[in-house]
């Protein structure tokens, strides 16, 4: 039974990263219609920036942090503008293509200047993070996870019910067209959707690097794995993303703890296939309605 | 012999046979059977060995991305699963050589078929899910065959792999990058003319109807699913296939090639090669290899420069940043391919100096 649990804890927690990965994912996806095959890459980005701010350019902590969410703002919003503004009302295969394009030019940017070993990002969570209660312990990165996925996750649920920018970013993602002809400037939604999912790519990559320590080529698995966590919540659920995260991580530790290590890593593709055939939307998805 | 055509100025078509003619005058004819000779007799026999192996890749990569372009650029459903596919080909003709003695002969088109119907299993998703979703599903289909073709260690030896028998065709030995020459290239012409005319019989015209409009296309009475499986099986014969002389070119046969970003080279090579453009899939192959290995060059000459090696950067991952940044390119200034930059070249020749 505890095994049980601890493996339910762990679970639980990593499967706050991966919602919390997937969250900036689903941003892009629900105002662009983008599946964004560079998330992996945005996230490893985050990590190795916030490494460099804090032990080459020795920023303190806090600092370091806030110009690594700015850094990724931008980041994120040039891409939009110099590579994806071109092919707005292009079809499907070229944007999912040159997101592709897009992961490897930033994978091979981020070996060329950081290589490809293992670092680690220096501990500076505090101690009060440190939950432990008899058997159950949580770390503080999974405490960190998980208190940064539910500030997210209160921050967007706000930002889409009531600011102006989160309502245009919703109306673009029902209809592009009917939106631009209300007067919402769509291009500008593209823009903020790709920095904030750029901001939220980086902040999670940071965790994500303190719990495993950063590398290019697992950060850019985690991108992979976002799209199980994706398509189990809905495409364009962002809380739907956070449930499909602990889904994915609770079944991925029970698979390595019970079956076998080796199965974990593919166990979510065979729960993506399944439910794609059984319900494709996902299940907090929109169900689209199509009339020819 | 009747007068040789050249292409009007302008499209004076006349019947359906016309319209369908693969080539539209007579020049394209010799042209094409001019280069097929030139391509037979001289190629293998005047290019150095590291350059026929070259070519040799280019042969097999071009078998699996005319595959490819059939389910991508004509039924219009993109699958990240191509690698995948590939690898299922190989491995399905090196056990059946190595460990069931079937010949070369019999053992090409068995994994060919094979793969077909590992390719037919994975499309059934396309049923119900189309556009990102189906891309999901292939790409989950994509991890599914790695994990299985790394674990099933009764058929596929793990990491371990397995190592293909020399293969033979009536008697005669099959070994050295000539007589594989003759091997790919002869299948590669054999393909490439099955596709062609696939494309303009009713099979292939339901493709083209269901990419355009598939809810359209049901309507006209196309049974959608039945195709899009059809369409996952016949792009997947393709991979088999070409998977299949891989295997038997490269000798031994590990997991490691067939992952994710083999896959990634399939798509981007029917995307710069041009979609919906059999001649596109072979353009494409061209130009990734050819990229592959000029960065491969490219790298491996700088590693010689003295203060690069000591400035301790690794040029590895340079040809990562350049091949994402030719797709990158591509799709931002020619998303149409090197089949269309040639249309227009050529179009410009013909039609000089009365370019309207």
């Known amino acids: 039974m505890d095994f049980f649990i601890q493996l339910l804890v762990n679970g639980l927690s990593v499967g706050f990263l991966y919602g919390l990965s997937a969250m900036g994912f689903v941003m892009i996806f629900k105002s662009s219609s983008v599946l964004n095959f560079a998330h992996g890459e945005l996230l490893a980005l985050g990590a190795f920036v916030f490494l460099s701010l804090h032990s080459v350019v020795q920023l303190p902590i ?169 398509i189990l919540g809905g495409l364009n659920s962002i809380s739907g993303a956070v449930i499909g995260g602990l889904i994915i991580g609770v079944l991925e530790a029970f698979t390595g703890g019970y079956l076998s290590p080796s199965l974990r890593d593919v166990v979510p593709y065979i729960v993506l296939v399944v439910l794609l055939l059984v319900r494709p939307y996902g299940l907090f998805g929109l169900v689209e309605i199509e009339r020819v | 012999m009747r007068k040789l055509r050249l292409h009007p100025c302008g499209n004076y078509k006349e019947s359906y046979t016309d319209e369908l003619a693969i080539f539209g005058s007579d020049y394209g004819r010799l042209w094409s059977l001019a280069g097929l000779a030139a391509l037979f007799c001289a190629v293998p026999f005047i290019s150095p060995p590291y350059l026929l192996y070259v070519v040799n890749m280019i042969g097999i990569y071009a078998i699996a991305a005319i595959g490819l372009n059939i389910l991508v650029g004509y039924t219009g459903m993109i699958s990240l699963g191509h690698g995948a596919f590939f690898g299922v080909g190989a491995y399905a003709a090196a056990v059946m050589s190595a460990t069931f003695n079937v010949p070369f002969l019999l053992s090409v088109p068995a994994a060919g078929l094979i793969t077909a119907g590992v390719g ?61 020459f003759y091997v790919i290239f002869t299948v590669l012409t054999l393909m490439i003319w099955m596709a062609v005319n696939l494309i303009r019989t009713r099979y292939g015209r339901a493709f083209i109807a ?124 020619e998303p149409r391919g090197l089949a269309e930059l040639w249309r227009i070249i050529r179009s410009s020749f013909r039609l000089w100096p009365f370019s309207y």
């Open chain 1, 62 to 230: 806090g600092w370091a942090f806030l110009a690594t969410l700015t850094a990724c703002f931008v980041l994120g919003f040039l891409i939009e503008r110099f590579f994806l503004r071109p092919l707005i009302g292009e079809p499907l295969i070229y944007v999912i293509m040159l997101t592709v394009g897009l992961a490897a030019m930033l994978r091979g940017l981020l070996l060329l200047i950081w290589g490809g070993n293992l670092r680690t990002l220096p501990d500076f969570l505090p101690a009060w993070m440190d939950i432990q209660s008899g058997w159950l312990r949580i770390p503080p990165v999974y405490m960190a996870a998980i208190l940064v996925g539910v500030l997210f996750l209160v921050l967007f649920g706000l930002f889409f019910k009531y600011s102006a920018q989160g309502i245009f970013m919703r109306s673009v993602a029902d209809n592009q067209r009917a939106a631009l002809s209300l007067g919402v400037h769509v291009r500008r939604v593209f823009a903020l959707s790709w920095g904030i999912a750029a901001l939220v790519a980086g902040m999670s990559g940071i965790i994500l690097g303190l719990m495993n320590g950063i590398s290019v080529h697992d950060l850019s698995a985690v991108g992979l794995k976002v799209f199980p966590v994706v």
């Open chain 2, 120 to 180: 037919m299993i994975f499309g059934i998703p396309s049923g119900r899910l189309k556009g990102l979703y189906l891309t999901i599903a292939t790409l989950a289909g994509q991890f599914i065959i790695e994990y299985v073709l790394v674990h099933w260690e009764g058929v596929t030896r793990g990491t371990e792999g397995i190592t293909v028998p020399a293969p033979t065709l009536f008697g005669i030995s099959l070994q050295g990058d000539i007589r594989f």
């Open chain 2, 210 to 333: 269901i990419r355009d409009n598939d809810r359209a296309a049901e309507g006209m009475g196309i049974p959608i699913f039945s195709y899009k499986i059809l369409s996952f099986g016949i792009s997947s014969f393709y991979a088999g296939l070409a998977g299949a002389l891989w295997a038997y070119y490269m000798v031994s046969v590990t997991s490691e090639p067939f992952n994710l970003s083999l896959s990634v080279e399939y798509i981007a090579m029917v995307i710069i090669g041009g979609l919906g453009s059999i001649a596109g899939s072979i353009y494409g192959a061209v130009f990734i290899t050819a990229l592959n290995e000029s960065l491969r060059w490219l790298t491996d000459l700088m590693m010689n420069f003295g203060f690069i090696t000591r400035s301790g950067l690794n040029m590895a991952p340079l040809r990562e940043f350049a091949f994402g940044l030719a797709i990158v390119l591509f799709i931002l200034f």
